[in-house]
């Protein structure tokens, strides 16, 4: 793989990275989807968080093109496809956004994507898996 191109994908990793990480710190405390909805500091968490989901799906998207979806599969224990569906669903249908397939997606699939794209980074970092 050029060196440019792992540069980009060692970048848009990093930056997927640290919006998980950044959604897991700020969402330690909800708990309920009333967190969410009882406050207007709640409300403001979740559109906070839907923005980041938008940016990590997105992000997904661009490294299956730049990768010419050689990359992704190689990581096969995400749904890639439901990754960037859930990116779709915020973006197109904002107000009919469900709060509670929100909590769910933080607590039951946010941790085990940061893992893999931890897991990819690395990978990335050793050459390994080569998108090519």
């Not at 959604?23 to 403001?44: A, K, W, Y």
């Not at 224990?77 to 439901?82: A, D, V």
């Not at 509670?100 to 946010?110: F, G, P, Q």
Request: charge should be negative; include cysteine; hydrophobic fraction near 40%.
């Amino acid at each position: 793989m050029y060196d440019d191109t792992r540069h980009k994908i060692s970048h848009l990793l990093s930056l997927i990275a640290q919006s998980l990480e950044t959604i897991c710190q700020r969402c330690e405390n909800i708990h309920t989807v009333n967190d969410f909805l009882d406050s207007p500091q709640g409300m403001s968490l979740l559109d906070g968080v839907c923005m980041k989901l938008i940016a990590v799906g997105e992000s997904i998207k661009n490294l299956d093109k730049i990768t010419d979806k050689k990359l992704l599969i190689n990581y096969p224990q995400i749904s890639w496809r439901e990754v960037m569906g859930m990116r779709d669903i915020i973006v197109h249908h904002y107000f009919e956004i469900d709060a509670d397939v929100i909590l769910k997606t933080i607590h039951e699939n946010i941790p085990l994507l940061l893992e893999v794209v931890r897991l990819m980074e690395k990978d990335i970092k050793e050459n390994l898996p080569s998108p090519d």
